[in-house]
């Protein structure tokens, strides 16, 4: 697939679920409308909405059709998006730059900023317990909640970022350094993968291949953040760059050097790429996803 072909596929991806997010998100009058509004804008405020496009690539690969997919993929989102609130607050990574705008405590205040993550949270939840609908698919609806439950709690995403937080300023090694990232990145990526599995009603060692595709491309994804943050601007990047540095975390380049963390991303997708090999499914999309993830500007 080619670079044009991949970045058509992302559009139309970023269409579905955004298209989907603006029409279903709460309306901005009524008393609780500072909440809405500051969802809105959160949510709708850009975005690259690379688990999403996993979520379609991934149930179409496996033989199913990715608009049945659209309210679980703009649940995955608000997931995402809720996790990026909170990870830009003061008593987190401290940041007042988001996908090129400012972020939503500096927008809206703390408190405002904490409750719309919650918000967020909550109503991914809900359309989760209602997608894909239907008595015949009521299995398929408990096995997506309690994948993406699962990657967004502590055994995934928020284990992750306590990790993060609790070895700022001190020595990491190479093992929780891998572990830090294959929940608080990684998590999400292997369950988007493997939701669109479920959702394409694909067997279970389908199903497990591509969430092991995901995880692999967590990984890539999360090295090209840590290269990306060496080099890039805030203009480019939409969010602050060097606060890892400067937080005293440890990164990939910061354990490894830049040369060699370049030949781990490669590595990694080589890997992802085995896994959807193995999986006998139709991966192009899949695998032209993972290298822009390494190979992307932003």
């Given at each position: ?8 596929f ?10 989907y ?5 709460p ?18 405020g ?7 496009a996993?979520?379609?690539?991934a149930?179409e ?7 049945a997919?659209?309210p679980v993929?703009?649940?995955i989102e608000?997931?995402?998006t ?9 008593a987190m ?6 996908r ?8 809206f ?16 939840f ?10 015949d ?6 096995r997506?909640?309690?994948?993406l ?11 992750g ?15 929780m ?28 060692s ?11 491309l967590g990984?890539?994804?999360q090295?090209?953040d ?5 080099v ?8 602050t760059?060097g606060?890892?540095?400067?937080a005293?975390?440890?990164?990939y ?16 997708l080589a ?6 090999e193995?999986?006998?499914v139709?991966a192009?999309t ?13």
């Amino acid at each position: 697939m080619s670079n044009v072909e991949v970045s058509r596929f992302l559009d139309e991806s970023r269409n579905r679920v955004e298209g989907y997010l603006d029409s279903n998100l709460p309306d901005v009058s009524g008393p609780a409308g500072t909440i809405a509004e500051a969802m809105r804008y959160a949510v709708l405020g850009g975005g690259k909405r690379i688990r999403p496009a996993l979520v379609f690539a991934a149930c179409e690969a496996a033989g199913g059709r990715a608009e049945a997919t659209i309210p679980v993929a703009a649940a995955i989102e608000m997931i995402h998006t809720y996790s990026l609130i909170h990870d830009d607050l003061p008593a987190m990574d401290d940041d007042d730059l988001r996908r090129g705008q400012p972020t939503v405590h500096r927008k809206f205040g703390e408190a405002v900023a904490i409750l719309t993550g919650d918000a967020l949270h909550t109503l991914a939840f809900e359309w989760l317990s209602r997608f894909p609908s239907g008595d015949d698919l009521a299995g398929r609806r408990t096995r997506v909640s309690t994948t993406l439950a699962t990657a967004a709690g502590v055994a995934g995403m928020v284990g992750g970022q306590i990790a993060d937080l609790e070895h700022e300023q001190r020595p990491t090694d190479e093992t929780m350094l891998a572990w830090i990232h294959s929940h608080k990145t990684g998590a999400l990526f292997a369950a988007s993968s493997e939701v669109g599995g479920i959702l394409a009603g694909a067997d279970d060692s389908i199903c497990a291949d591509l969430r092991a595709f995901g995880a692999e491309l967590g990984l890539t994804f999360q090295i090209a953040d840590d290269l990306l943050d060496l080099v890039s601007t805030a203009e480019t990047l939409g969010k602050t760059p060097g606060k890892d540095l400067r937080a005293g975390k440890t990164t990939y380049p910061a354990m490894f050097g830049e040369a060699a963390t370049r030949e781990m991303g490669e590595a990694s997708l080589a890997r992802a790429r085995a896994h959807l090999e193995q999986s006998g499914v139709h991966a192009e999309t899949l695998y032209a996803l993972a290298h822009l993830a390494l190979h992307r500007s932003r």
